[in-house]
């Protein structure tokens, strides 16, 4: 079981950067999949980005170019760094991992982008 605790959401302008922080309470070393979802009001949850443990990436079109998503394995935490912030970037921004048939989600942290 892992737990996962998200930070660095918050209210920034739009062309603006954040840096989300995902840190799971063990080691995410031989975790597989690790990812970034978001849900905006009335939407669904979607897929922001995912790193596997080889360091393979995978982003949403809305990401490609824009945000990053990174492991340090030595912190046992996940980033997100976000930049050029649009205002339809706003949404509730969720860290995940998937290890075998588990998956788990942290509780999530707001983004809010607006002038």
């Known amino acids: 079981q892992v737990q996962l605790v998200e930070s660095g959401g918050g209210l920034v302008q739009p062309g603006g950067s954040l840096r989300l922080s995902c840190a799971a309470s063990r080691s995410i070393f031989s975790i597989y999949l690790m990812g970034w979802y978001r849900q905006a009001p009335g939407k669904q949850r979607e897929l922001v980005a995912t790193t596997t443990r080889g360091d393979t990436t995978n982003y949403a079109d809305s990401a490609k170019g824009r945000f990053t998503i990174s492991r340090d394995s030595t912190k046992n935490t996940v980033y997100l760094q976000m930049n050029s912030l649009k205002p339809e970037d706003t949404a509730v921004y969720y860290c995940?991992?998937?290890?075998?048939?588990?998956?788990?989600w942290g509780q999530g942290t707001q983004v809010t982008v607006s002038s």
């Open positions: 995940n991992a998937q290890t075998g048939l588990m998956s788990y």
